[in-house]
């Protein structure tokens, strides 16, 4: 297998594959070969993968950035085919935020309950519910939200759009939140308590502002993650194209919904403004990945 | 602080505890309420269809028939042909960038494949319907239809929105839950295997095939395994590029629908009654599938790591 001793003066030979043959027998430069050919195979998948998001980035700039304008973002879509997104863009800017605000105190407190509870039934049964509840199909969410909100009164509605954007939420940021909580030191925590501070205290004042700046974190990618949900929203609160502030009661658009009706629609400018949404959809949540990500990609997975 | 302070820490630290357990209770409850509201919802569905819901093909107001073959059919075909295309590519990007690329090319490339899966689905949608699914008819459907449409599965549809340009985009959209899990399998695997193989002068595909490999297959059946859950309920990607014809397909260029664009083409106009019925019990199949898949990886993943920490332990 190995190769001879070198005769005097015979080079090593560094192929970059990390070993390091002294002298290339046919049975070797077969298994070189192997190597080679595996390497450009894996560089390949890896091109192609990277690529795919590259063109993807580049349609929705090149396609939506003309159609970015005052008449976008100032107008109804009332007039359906010379309107703009002004109802989609502030239907996202409040239902996201409700669905936030439902979802925090539910999904922060659930992670702390999954990071301090004794290991039992019950945390095993809630650990098993969150896990579920993460690989849930949003559309399935988006049934059930219908049929206690919107089925009862038969209307479609703002509150019932936050209420299942939550749903999808919670999970994800139990999740994180249990993990980020797991990561503080027991120290800070013995500290704490050694000092007379009450176990509830210690949780909320000392553990969880420590953990505060990795719950952020993870509660912001779930807002990313809720600002381009569709299939939920289809299924509580389509149907409104004129701009709604503050009327959780009444319908309301978004951008997603706005991008799926107008795609599908006969009409130039309309199919225009869907790549246009797009684009600010996913400016939005491309920078928050990058930002929260950014911070934290080294640690992740860099072994 | 006196003696009453005492008294009330102990009670404050009772409330906030009974809070948490409050808050689990609420987490699980949430999940039987889902279970229970699309029960309830598909009831009726099942009790007028009994089990040939599953098994029938037609769906029709006209003649107040539903059943969900169709589109059983179609998320069954999606899934699999997006898995056969996204578990190789996955992998080897995932071996690229644990195993090969240096670390000034892996962090950022490793980021960008994340990045993939934070895209809304609905904006993968709409560049597979105004993109991929033109270059997909002209570019392939139409000269392999031309060429070999007499071959099984081939023939004779070249529309463009069809069951392959849907699974195409769907293997996208996995590919980055295949990626990350897998490099966090091949993470666990020791150092120190790695280099016992180099030491012994094998090459870096030599180290992957003969250790990196063989001690990871089990992560990554149960990567595999939630990526299928998640291919099953994509739903904006899928019902815009899939053609959304209610047919059993017969080919791969065929048009077809699954359960979830089903469920997002007919939610609006699905007349209320029994086709509402029925689209919530399409929506309790598309549940119990992808729950089902949840635990599939559960099982998996326990069972392969203690298999591993026996051959460790020996």
Known sequence: ?303 | MDEIAGSAERRGDRVFRWLLAAVGLAILLLLLAVFAELVMGAANAFKVFGINFLTNDIWDETSSSYGALPFIAGTVATSAIAMLIALPVGILTALFLSEMAPTWLSVPLTFAVDLIAALPSVIVGLWGLSVLSVVTRDWIEVPIVANFGSLPFLGPNTGGADLFTASLLLALMITPTIVALSQEVFATVPQMHREAMLGLGGTRWEVIRKVILPLSWGGIGAAGILALGRAMGETMAVTMTIGNIDQVPSGLFDPAQTISSKIAITWSEAAIGLETDSVIALGLCLLVLSVAMVFVARGLVRGRTMAALGVHAG
Do not use: C
């Open chain 1, 1 to 303: 297998m190995m190769a001879a001793i070198p005769a005097l003066g015979q080079q090593p030979v560094d192929d970059g594959t990390g070993a390091l043959l002294l002298h290339r027998s046919g049975h070797e430069r077969r298994r070189m070969l192997v190597n080679r050919v595996a390497t450009i195979t894996a560089t390949l998948a890896a091109t192609a993968v990277i690529l795919a998001l590259g063109i993807i980035i580049l349609f929705v700039v090149v396609n939506g950035l003309p159609y970015v304008d005052e008449q976008f973002l100032t107008m109804d879509t009332e007039n359906y085919n010379q309107g703009g997104a002004l109802a989609a863009i502030l239907g996202s800017l409040q239902m996201v935020p409700l669905a936030t605000l439902i979802a925090a105190p539910i999904a922060i407190l659930g992670g702390v309950y999954l990071a301090e509870s004794r290991p039992g039934r019950m945390s095993g049964a809630v650990r098993m519910a969150t896990e579920t509840l993460a690989g849930l199909p949003s559309v399935v969410v988006g049934i059930f939200v219908f049929t206690i909100l919107v089925a009862p009164t038969g209307k479609y509605t703002a509150l019932a759009g936050s209420v299942a954007l939550a749903v999808i939420m919670i999970p994800i940021v139990a999740r994180s939140t249990e993990e980020i909580i797991r990561l503080v030191p027991a120290s800070v925590r013995e500290a704490a308590l050694a000092l007379g501070i009450p176990v509830w205290k210690t949780m909320l004042r000392v553990v969880v502002r420590t953990a505060m700046a990795g719950i952020l974190a993870a509660l912001m990618l779930a807002v990313a993650r809720a600002a381009g949900e569709t299939a939920p929203l289809i299924l509580t609160t389509t149907g409104n194209q004129q701009v709604n502030v503050g009327n959780f009661l009444g319908s309301m658009d978004s951008l997603p919904t706005f991008i799926w009706l107008a795609s599908g629609q006969p009409d130039d400018l309309l199919n225009g403004q869907a790549w246009a949404a797009s684009l600010v959809l996913m400016v939005f949540v491309l920078i928050t990945n990058i930002i929260v990500r950014g911070r934290t990609a080294g640690r992740r997975r860099a072994h």
